[in-house]
């Protein structure tokens, strides 16, 4: 995402969505009531409105509309920001409806009465030029291809080897090592990585090695240990010590680490809380170190028309210095914050009720 101008004195942020998971990023950080205005096609009557056959044209315009709903379509690459018009053209009639339809390479203004600092900060991530991390994972006679983004991990490929036991496993094996060598060569100049990670139980990952001779790709590689193979692999490898590095400004393996410190208090029924209502409670006590919330979540009670109270609530937490975190549902992590209620809370004591 390219940040064009940020006023936070006004409450204006100026963007360029540049890829699919900046319009992720914006989904989550647009709200009813906001103001958005850009460039946009509006469909305009010419002629008399007593007209029996008005010509209708699509002319582009410059409007601004006070947000009701905000909608992410991933599959078809398009975020639409609905809402009713407050500044337009003066052929173009305050009031009425209308729906930016936010692509790659759309150019928009986001104004609130307050941006809350985490919100600030989804954008600056996103405006940080990152690059994705290739993860490839394998054993034996499998391989899992993965690319891990600022939304999450998505699984390219899955491949089985064809590596029989014994007498032949080493003329299979060094087969199937070239087999996976040429995909990581096609995956690292489809997808330009940063970095590439290695994994594998056993020594499969060290085998591999040595029959890699491309010296660029050698240098971005980090070799890792799991214990398991295949898309099971990836939670574990993410929190491996020997990708620490690699990984410490991506946003995924912060989540993990967030999610596992709200699991592990909870198992020890001391410092946590999930669930709207308790959660909720602990906000209101000041108790609240941490607040973890799902995207899903949010896009849920976006839909229901329940939001306000969720908003209300992340707002008074930002309020009484907690630090309020937003947890992606593409992965583990926020799979088992959804499973939760979407909402948890780490805190700075104990409660008694």
């Known amino acids: 995402m390219n940040t064009i101008h940020s006023n936070l004195r006004k409450g204006e942020i100026k963007v360029k969505a540049e890829n699919l998971d900046d319009l992720w990023v914006l989904s989550s950080v647009i709200e009813p009531n906001d103001l958005v205005r850009g460039k946009t096609i509006r469909k305009i009557k010419i002629g008399e409105t007593n007209d029996r056959n008005p010509k209708i044209i699509k002319k582009p315009v410059f409007i601004e509309i006070k947000v009701?709903?905000?909608?992410?379509?991933?599959?078809?690459?398009?975020?639409?920001?609905?809402?009713?018009?407050?500044?337009?053209?003066?052929?173009?009639?305050?009031?009425?409806?209308?729906?930016?339809?936010?692509?790659?390479?759309?150019?928009?203004?986001?104004?609130?009465?307050?941006?809350?600092?985490?919100?600030?900060?989804?954008?600056?991530?996103?405006?940080?030029?990152?690059?994705?991390?290739?993860?490839?994972?394998?054993?034996?006679?499998?391989?899992?291809?993965?690319?891990?983004?600022?939304?999450?991990?998505?699984?390219?490929?899955?491949?089985?080897?064809?590596?029989?036991?014994?007498?032949?496993?080493?003329?299979?094996?060094?087969?199937?090592?070239?087999?996976?060598?040429?995909?990581?060569?096609?995956?690292?100049?489809?997808?330009?990585?940063?970095?590439?990670?290695?994994?594998?139980?056993?020594?499969?990952?060290?085998?591999?090695?040595?029959?890699?001779?491309?010296?660029?790709?050698?240098?971005?590689?980090?070799?890792?240990?799991?214990?398991?193979?295949?898309?099971?692999?990836?939670?574990?490898?993410?929190?491996?010590?020997?990708?620490?590095?690699?990984?410490?400004?991506?946003?995924?393996s912060n989540e993990l680490k967030l999610v596992d410190e709200l699991l592990e208090q909870i198992s020890k029924n001391e410092l946590a809380c999930y669930g709207l209502k308790e959660t909720e409670k602990a906000i209101e006590s000041g108790a609240v170190s941490k607040l973890l919330v799902s995207e899903d979540i949010i896009h849920e009670m976006r839909k229901k028309k329940t939001y306000s109270k969720l908003e209300a609530m992340m707002k008074n937490a930002e309020s009484m210095k907690a630090e309020v975190h937003l947890i992606g549902s593409d992965h583990d992590g926020g799979k088992k914050l959804d499973g939760l209620g979407g909402v948890g809370a780490i805190l700075r004591y104990k409660l008694s009720y």
Request: proline residues 3%.
């Open 68 to 252: 009701e709903n905000v909608e992410f379509h991933e599959y078809s690459s398009v975020l639409r920001v609905s809402g009713v018009i407050i500044n337009a053209p003066e052929d173009i009639p305050k009031g009425e409806h209308h729906t930016f339809n936010v692509e790659e390479n759309t150019i928009i203004t986001i104004i609130k009465e307050k941006w809350l600092s985490f919100q600030v900060e989804k954008i600056k991530q996103a405006s940080v030029e990152t690059k994705n991390i290739l993860i490839c994972v394998l054993d034996r006679d499998n391989v899992c291809f993965g690319l891990l983004k600022k939304k999450g991990f998505s699984v390219i490929s899955e491949i089985n080897g064809d590596v029989e036991k014994k007498i032949e496993a080493n003329v299979n094996t060094g087969n199937f090592y070239s087999e996976i060598i040429k995909i990581i060569s096609e995956y690292d100049k489809r997808y330009n990585p940063s970095s590439i990670i290695i994994a594998s139980p056993a020594f499969w990952k060290e085998d591999l090695i040595k029959n890699l001779k491309d010296d660029v790709i050698r240098k971005k590689i980090t070799l890792a240990t799991c214990s398991c193979s295949g898309q099971e692999a990836v939670n574990e490898i993410l929190k491996r010590p020997e990708v620490k590095n690699v990984l410490t400004q991506q946003r995924v």
